[in-house]
């Protein structure tokens, strides 16, 4: 079990390096997404400690969101907004241990990363982006 767990952390891993940046910003959505989730469920099971650890991943994942921003284009100043927006929602969902606003942000968050599926394709997206 260990070999697999290696093999598919050194895929992850390589996914992660060989990503432009928009699909980069697809990945953090994905984990952040992936958080809020696992963060819902530990509500639902009163695993506090378990949500907040996974909220609190979220949020830095928000953060890196933030910090990666390149302000000379007006959307990532909507974006910054709206990330700002994400990081208070999910404090206040840790404050109020409320499993469905965890899944309200995170479904906010999937169609914001279907959004960014969309400019990928079309090759577009690093207008919000620094790519550092």
Not at 101 to 123: D, F, P, Q, T
Request: proline share 1%; aromatic share 8%; with cysteine.
């Amino acid at each position: 079990m260990y070999a697999g767990s290696n093999a598919f952390a050194t895929y992850q891993q390589q996914r992660v390096l060989s990503a432009n940046p928009v699909e980069l910003v697809i990945l953090l959505y994905d984990g952040c997404i992936k958080q809020l989730k696992i963060a819902a469920l530990a509500v639902e099971d009163t695993e506090h400690e378990k949500a907040n650890s996974s909220m609190q991943k979220a949020q830095r994942i928000v953060m890196e969101l933030l910090n990666c921003l390149d302000l000379r284009f007006s959307v990532a100043k909507d974006l910054m907004l709206l990330y700002e927006f994400v990081l208070n929602e999910i404090a206040s969902a840790n404050a109020s241990k409320d499993a469905n606003h965890l899944y309200e942000i995170a479904e906010m968050l999937n169609e914001l990363r279907s959004a960014w599926v969309e400019l990928s394709k079309r090759g577009i997206g690093s207008i919000a982006y620094s790519g550092e």
